[in-house]
């Protein structure tokens, strides 16, 4: 039988569990070091770009004007306006004409657009740009809460306003000015 002066006090258990808690805290610090500092990035290194010079008021206008297309989808595909989407297709083909004579475009399940840009070296494998011209219903009741008409594409205070402006009508619309941009000049990707 062990006698009760034998026993760790309470404090000692609570140094020893602090004790050892502190020794795994530091080894799990020297393992996440010791992998850290083997870490290589996969970062590729590339070339820097020329600077283009972009007519941002220009561009604005574009945005602008394809945010005024009511893109909207639903769940219920019955309340999508068709129309509207090849109204703003038809917008595309005529805002950005030298992308259109050079790319192949097809219609995917409804109204998604997939157009190619063929490369130089086929073989290679393609890269994919990405953006949705679809933007969410504005739910009812809330059109007062707007700065501006969801749907009015403003320019105004340095930014342009409306349903997509950010999601994301503005990624398609810089995708688009930059291939539109490129294919006037001429050039040609490396890979489609």
């Known amino acids: 039988m062990v006698a009760p002066t034998d026993l760790p006090s309470q404090r000692e258990l609570m140094r020893r569990a602090l004790l050892a808690a502190?020794?795994?805290?530091?080894?799990?610090?020297?393992?996440?070091?010791?992998r850290s500092a083997g870490f290589e990035s996969?970062?590729?290194a590339v070339?820097?770009?020329?600077?283009?010079?972009v007519d941002t008021a220009a561009v604005a206008d574009r945005l602008a004007a394809a945010i005024r297309f009511r893109t909207v989808s639903h769940t219920d595909r019955s309340r999508i306006d068709e129309g509207e989407f090849q109204r703003f297709h038809r917008h595309l083909r005529n805002t950005y004409p030298a992308l259109h004579?050079?790319?192949?475009?097809?219609?995917?399940?409804?109204?998604?657009?997939?157009?190619?840009?063929?490369?130089?070296?086929?073989?290679?494998?393609?890269?994919?740009?990405?953006?949705?011209?679809?933007?969410?219903?504005?739910?009812?009741?809330t059109e007062k809460d707007w700065e501006h008409p969801p749907f009015?594409?403003?320019?105004?205070?340095?930014?342009?306003w409306g349903r997509g402006s950010m999601d994301d009508k503005?990624?398609?619309?810089?995708?688009?000015?930059?291939?539109?941009?490129?294919?006037?000049?001429?050039?040609?990707p490396e890979r489609t």
Do not use: M
């Open 22 to 34: 502190g020794l795994v805290l530091a080894t799990l610090v020297a393992v996440a070091l010791l």
């Open 170 to 188: 503005g990624n398609l619309v810089c995708i688009l000015e930059a291939v539109e941009a490129l294919v006037a000049e001429g050039f040609q």
């Open 152 to 160: 009015a594409g403003r320019v105004a205070e340095g930014f342009v």
């Open 101 to 141: 004579a050079v790319l192949k475009r097809e219609r995917i399940a409804g109204q998604s657009l997939l157009y190619t840009w063929p490369g130089r070296q086929s073989d290679r494998p393609p890269i994919l740009l990405l953006a949705h011209q679809d933007v969410v219903p504005v739910e009812a009741g």
């Open 47 to 53: 070339e820097p770009t020329k600077v283009v010079a």
């Open 42 to 44: 996969k970062q590729l």
